[in-house]
């Protein structure tokens, strides 16, 4: 952290479905890092391939970033569509970057003092016989000028987008982005006041939640991943795709979700550790499958990625919804976790921490992610590798000594976890069982063995609940309003704070973020929120579920709810705004 | 190992002459004549009266949900493709709920032999129609006969791109046990559907009938000849028995350059992390 003054703008790019949008956004992500910012992006886009709008934000601060703004400073409009839909986000002192021959701007809909930077970008591209999919990159460079970056940054973060497309791709792209940066630079210079002047923090990375959480899969040793196609998990499953040869693993888009969940069960009953990915409506598919996953006592990690429901829902938007469905999935009692994530560096270690609760507890475990972190880049530290301890639990391997003649696959033990042995392990065998086991595996309708079964599976959930850690408090302890949230809405909640001191409205206010969600950390979670004088649950479903949740575990009411079920998620002046209305 | 190494101390739940003994037989048989320790192979059994047999025996197994033994048992073979994987499971298991999954992992050719008890009915929830029920028949869930013509698994099988498709009888065990091994030795996914008589349930698919309408596949018979194969497979009336259909295909983890040498269970890690870093960067 530097003590200089914090420099700070967010720039947003619209156009249709086609135009390159995700690209042109994710390289200006990469130059602001390079130019020493912090960032957070957010996308939005209808489920469509062409056509749509397109939007695509950045954040940028000398500070750390947390979640999207509002308003925007510099508003990149590829389309007429973009200026009318986002004409009233306009700060004061913002820029247009528009193109002036296909784009018609009305200078009363905006403050005098917002500058409208016309730029002819298809007369540009057309001057230098580029194609017309260039048009992005123009705009890239012209936005780079405007704010100061560096063209070197630029041109060099190009060349490592494209460099595996060859050098021609390379080429034509850097063209583009040089004639947009130098018609600013020779036409518009030094008309922005806000220019942003490199800062000085440490080599960074930019990373979505899902390539964290797919990267942490690969450092935990994760052998197979499998998959069915939704959003959005779906790039997840890409991203592990791309990475199963170089990293020699193996990632199986199966026939259905059915599918994806049973295969998981059955590679990791192989031995290996296994995760499947998907969305609230597959993991209806999978449902089935948890319940066979919690009964045979398997390992298996499981990702779940938000959108509003039910059914197809909103496929492309953000929800907290489907927690008390995790919580709830498959019939009867079994131990489950359920991890949630607030940005991408808790995306990574939770995932870590996932499979190694996954082998110690022999049990399913899942992430709990939304569209909204799963898609949204944020800037972040490289991951420190060497702080992860691989720990796959009681498992018997062939180089241990124990004596496997008398082996129980489901030992009933103190703490009710038994020892493990992978299929195949010369001198012994046994029976994984879907039906209620003995011991030995062997199904068993017996009085007393469901009852010992049913026992052992639930101390093992005892044992992690001991094992859970705190709760992340910020802010002070003693505060006059607590505010809570799950999963991804920690981003706006602490940005909404930090900038305010944590007061608002002269009062004192505290967060509790929520990441271990089931189950809960109960004494921990009722010894803050007894203090507090006033609790807001502020989450994306329209039930206020774990607010519920939290009344059943711990006896704390909450106070008041900020609820959001639009697909969008929470704004900072939103949280602002009710805490100031809830005084 | 004899046959009676592979027995636990549980004696089967089948009606006394279930065609499943019979099947339970030439399982044991052929793993004896392959020379098969209990772990040296695993089995998935699906739900019903064919995936009882998962009590019944000593071995790797693991009693899998109604329809999703196959799904089990590609996970289990992508984990650990030297493992001999043999998947144990009904005609509404495999053919009804889980037809999805039969489809696609004939599709994928995986190294799994699978063995279908056909009886034609339900016989774990008391004697309702299956799938490959003959058109017509009447059984509780359907007292005025079945609408839907019967499933044709093994047509479904050879034109789906499994690449060992047999059909044996529970009646005759010893060319069950030889249909079975031959499986084994297959590289590749291999169907063996198994003509078996519930003598409960089903009182028109007899031993008799089955004697009556079945014939053994000759030299005469080319199983790559796919054309004939299927000709033979469409017949109702008189029903092929022996390898309808063979062919040489990569299998799905002879597909998987990661796994040429080692399997991914034996694999050492050695992941270089921090590279994988640079293209967030």
Known sequence: MNNLPQQTLTWKIGGEAGFGIMTVGLMFSKVSIREGFHIFDYVEYPSLIRGGHNVYEVRVSSNEVYCQERKVDILVALNQETVSLHKDEMKDDSVIIYDNEKTKISATDFAPSVIL??????????????????????????SCAVI???????????????????????????????????????????????????????????????????????????????????????????????????????????????????????????????MVGTSGGGFSLMVEGLGLAGLTETSLVIFEGQRPGPATGLPTWTAQADLEFLMHAAQDEFPRIILSPGDVEEAFWLTVEAFNL???????????????????????????????????????????????????????????????????????YFLTNSYEHEENGLSTEDSSQRIKQVNKRARKLVLYENNLPAPNLYGDMDSDITLIAWGSTKGPVISAL?????????????????????????????????????????????????????????????????????????????????????? | MIVADYQTNRFPTWCPGCGDFGIWGALKTSWVKMGWNPWDFAIVFGIGCSGNMADFIKVYGFHSLHGRALPNAV??????????????????????????????????????????????????????????ATQGFKSKSTPDGIIEVRINPLALAITQGATFVAQGFAGDIPHLTQ???????????SVVNVL??????????????????????????????????????????RIPLGILYKEERKTYEQSLNQIATNTLVEKPYNLNLNSLLNEFK
């Open chain 1, 358 to 428: 996954a082998d110690i507890y022999q049990t399913p475990v899942f992430i709990l992610s939304d569209k909204y972190l799963a898609e949204s880049h944020k800037s972040a530290a490289p991951f420190d590798f060497t702080k992860i301890k691989i720990d796959r639990g009681k498992l018997i391997t062939s180089g241990n000594t124990t004596d496997l003649s008398k082996y129980l696959r489901y030992q009933d033990t103190s703490d009710g976890i038994s020892p493990r042995v992978i299929v195949g392990t010369k001198g012994t």
């Open chain 2, 179 to 189: 249909l079975l091994i031959d499986s084994y030795n297959h590289r590749g996914f």
């Open chain 2, 75 to 132: 996970g289990l073979k992508i984990a650990n493709h030297k493992l001999p994987v043999v998947v144990v499971a009904g005609d509404g298991d495999c053919y009804g709920e889980g037809g999805n999954h039969f489809i696609h992992t004939c599709r994928g050719n995986h190294d799994i032999s699978l063995v279908v008890h056909d009886n034609r009915v339900y016989g774990l929830t008391t004697g309702q129609v299956a799938p490959t």
């Open chain 1, 117 to 142: 930077l016309a730029v002819p970008i298809a007369k540009i591209i057309k001057e230098a016989g580029a194609s017309l999919v260039m048009q992005n990159n123009v705009a890239l460079g012209a």
């Open chain 1, 498 to 583: 930090a900038q305010n001191n944590y007061v608002i409205a002269g009062k004192t206010v505290n967060f509790l973020h929520l990441n271990h969600v089931w189950p809960l950390p109960r004494k921990a979670i009722s010894n803050i929120l007894s203090r507090s004088k006033k609790r807001i649950m502020i989450e994306g479903n329209s039930t206020g579920q774990m607010g519920k949740v939290l009344r059943r575990e711990t006896g704390v009411v909450v106070d008041d709810y900020l609820l959001k079920y639009d697909g969008r998620p929470f704004y900072e002046d939103e949280i602002i705004d009710k805490v100031t209305k809830s005084l």
């Open chain 1, 148 to 274: 100061g970056f560096s063209k070197e940054t630029m041109l060099l973060v190009i060349k490592d987008m494209f460099l595996d497309k060859g050098e021609q791709v390379v080429k034509d792209n850097s063209i583009a982005a040089t004639l947009g940066y130098d018609y600013v630079s020779n036409n518009y210079k030094d008309k922005f006041a806000k220019k942003l002047t490199p800062s000085k923090t440490n080599d960074q990375i930019v990373l979505t939640g899902n390539e964290a959480i797919g990267l942490a899969a690969l450092a935990s040793d994760c052998r197979f991943y499998c998959a069915y196609p939704m959003s959005p998990s779906s790039s997840l499953l890409h991203f592990m795709a791309a990475k199963a040869d170089e990293c020699g693993i193996v990632v199986k888009h199966a026939e259905d979700e059915i599918a994806v969940i049973n295969m998981g069960i059955g590679a990791s009953y192989g031995g290996i550790r296994a």
């Open chain 2, 196 to 237: 078996q008589p519930c003598v409960t349930f089903n009182k028109i698919n007899t031993y008799m009938y089955y004697r009556e309408h079945t014939y053994k596949l000759d030299s005469s018979h080319n199983p790559q000849d796919k054309i004939s194969a299927l000709t033979k497979v469409m017949d109702d009336e």
